[in-house]
């Protein structure tokens, strides 16, 4: 017998979704932050969901309403990741038959409060006992088919862009981070956008992801990653995943453009580097100019 | 402090969705099998999930295939009972990380198998670790808007129907149900139901929700209540759950034309009785003429 995680690269959802599809409708199943249904000429559901499991995506000692905001919180992020709105939310819940009411109440309260701010209205769910707290969030939200973007068409020469600072998530805002929505609306209602997803995995694999379905690769400057102050380093910024920043890659002229009129003053935009020609390679620019390669799916030590 | 088994009638998904609805497609949220939400002048959109934890819903000791079908089917039964056909689900698994991966890959092959049997394409998920095995199934279906049928139309004078038979779930096939999406084909191809739902929590807990949302009453035929023979009683074919088959009401004048024309051989329908105007009124006449009368929240025991 193997276990999971002795298979180690076992994938439960790609392994299930290989099939081909069937229903003309789906312009993106598997593999990008939402799934991308037509519904008219002009525009296209999106469709994701995350799950949030006690003592491994919060603890028990953790916010409560903190929890309810980031079980939501995730699928809006993705949502902003594809261009696209938010509409309706399906909550699965499992609680424990021991835990406090309050606890319970202050969980859906973070949930009502997230869902209000961004206009999601909470149209189903189910709900179960169980050991532990499970709160399963489906997303459904809707994309301009122009405005759609997807992780698989960076081109030569793009300029790439991440939002906000990274790598500090994991030292207290894991919880509470604001989805980019406002952001990706202005981005996608004015800029041509070639690629973008969300970093949940950290910058270095989730830029991976673009490269690969992209086929292509990409040089950073060291200098321009906004490293955040708690981060304590590049390594976090690069590796320690959880910042939901809007990462995507546009046209040098857009790019240029994109610069002088970014609007968001709490909000950074970061020009972090230029996508290139050359296929699955990712290299660094130190400040001192010298140049580091590294690998899109593992982890190197950076000072 | 209270815990949430003290509240007991604590629910979660309808205290988080009371707030009023800000989008004007949606014609239903919660209360009714699925969440309906309007996509054009002719057609709605379905959504629904069902979560299924081990060791609450099933044990370890079951077949995974048989786990991985009940895991869509419980939705594909929710979408039936609308009167629409499925056509996407999203999975979102949580494993154990010593789990063999043989019983990982069991379940979703049954995932998989069933989705191809009802031509769902899955299109998203999210794969995590847990303790205990999770699976919830997000499932998107469509309605044409003339054939949805809601829980809260019945009519006083309907004929009640029910398929297949009750009560025998947990002598056996809890896991292994066929959804009853060709009836409901059927049904709403060719006649006009004024109510209808899936059976998931007993014959008179499901029927009281038709008519607490229609505002009428009942009387019910014993002699024609179709126990499985393996259910052992009335009992349970009133109050054990997760039968999944379906209970509607129509018309008298539609009723006998459907009792004639009721083309699936392996499919029992039983006319059970008929709406009455008395709101929150449940009779149950026996084979002898005796009336007795039922509180269709509550539990009475019948030989």
Request: glycine share 8%; hydrophobic share 40%; with cysteine.
């Amino acid at each position: 017998m193997k276990t999971l995680s002795q298979l180690g690269e076992f994938n439960f959802i790609a392994a299930i979704a290989k099939k081909k599809l069937r229903n003309k409708a789906v312009l993106k199943g598997i593999g990008d932050d939402a799934a991308v249904v037509s519904i008219s000429p002009k525009d296209c559901l999106l469709f994701t969901a995350d799950m949030l499991i006690e003592d491994v995506h919060f603890l028990r000692s953790a916010d409560p309403q903190a929890i309810g905001h980031k079980a939501l919180a995730c699928s809006l992020s993705d949502i902003a990741a594809m261009g696209g709105w938010p509409l309706y939310a399906i909550v699965s819940v499992a609680f424990p038959k021991k835990l406090d009411s309050e606890f319970a109440k202050k969980i859906y309260k973070g949930i009502q409060k997230t869902a209000l701010k961004y206009s999601v209205d909470i149209i189903g769910g189910d709900t179960n006992a169980a050991e532990k707290i499970i709160i399963d969030v489906f997303l459904c939200g809707q994309v301009k088919r122009k405005q759609l973007v997807l992780r698989s068409n960076a081109q030569t020469g793009d300029y790439i862009f991440v939002t906000g600072e990274l790598g500090g998530s994991r030292f207290g805002g894991h919880l509470n981070f604001t989805p980019r929505i406002a952001e990706s609306r202005f981005l996608v209602s004015n800029y041509k956008l070639n690629s973008m997803l969300d970093i949940s995995d950290g910058l270095i694999a989730d830029l991976g992801h673009i490269l690969k379905q992209s086929k292509k690769g990409a040089i950073l400057e060291q200098e321009d990653i906004p490293v955040d102050a708690k981060a304590g380093g590049l390594d976090n910024a690069f590796y320690a995943g959880e910042d939901f920043e809007l990462l995507f890659t546009l046209s040098e002229k857009a790019a240029k453009k994109l610069i002088l009129a970014w609007p968001f003053k709490k909000t950074k935009l970061s020009c972090i580097g230029r996508i290139t020609a050359q296929e699955a390679s990712l290299q660094l620019i130190s400040k001192q100019g010298k140049s580091t390669k590294i690998k899109p799916g593992g982890y190197r030590h950076f000072n």
